[in-house]
């Protein structure tokens, strides 16, 4: 795909497949806590086919006027895996948890005018928070608002950009060799 005028020296049709396998290790730390993931993935991450077409004008091979060979390359490389999972568990958190965001976004609006999508309108109806009524005034605290409770994280990536390429080369009576090359790149993540 780099040099695609180099397909013009081709002679034969060629198949090639390239296995991979390997190990991801992912450190994460989350407050005090700190955990190690491994994991195992195995794949195909290049591929590819080329067919070549040879003319040769009569019995003599170096007798040869015009197109000496035309090749047809297709192929599919993986350029970037973004496969990690990364898991810390039993993080004691003395300070604050996510009730507090929570809060935060009911603000000082009645439960009655939360939305009914909102995070804030989901925590209280969940009962991760509560409101309170002071002389008019709605405030909102959380159920672990001053935090002392263990947390987990967990965040899984998934995706891979791809690569599809087609390519064409050309060689023209040994002295001029031409490439061309399309190629198709997608991320998904």
Not at 52 to 73: I, L, M, P
């Amino acid at each position: 795909t780099t040099n695609p005028a180099g397909l013009g020296l081709m002679r034969t049709s060629t198949f090639q497949i390239s296995p991979s396998i390997s190990l991801n290790n992912t450190a994460g730390r989350f407050i005090n806590s700190e955990n190690t993931q491994s994991d195992f993935y195995a794949g195909v991450p290049s591929m590819g086919v080329a067919f070549t077409s040879v003319n040769y004008q009569g019995e003599d091979e170096r007798k040869r006027d015009g197109a000496v060979s035309f090749t047809f390359a297709m192929g599919y490389n993986q350029l970037e895996n973004f496969e990690r999972n990364t898991v810390v568990q039993d993080a004691f958190n003395e300070f604050s948890s996510i009730t507090n965001f929570f809060t935060e976004l009911a603000g000082d609006t009645p439960p009655s005018l939360l939305g009914q999508n909102s995070f804030a309108a989901l925590a209280y109806d969940a009962f991760l928070i509560d409101s309170i009524w002071d002389g008019g005034q709605v405030g909102y605290f959380g159920a672990a608002e001053r935090g002392q409770i263990d947390q987990t994280l967990q965040v899984q990536e998934f995706g891979r950009r791809t690569g599809w390429y087609f390519s064409l080369g050309n060689n023209l009576n040994d002295k001029i060799i031409l490439g061309a090359t399309l190629n198709l790149e997608s991320v998904r993540y």
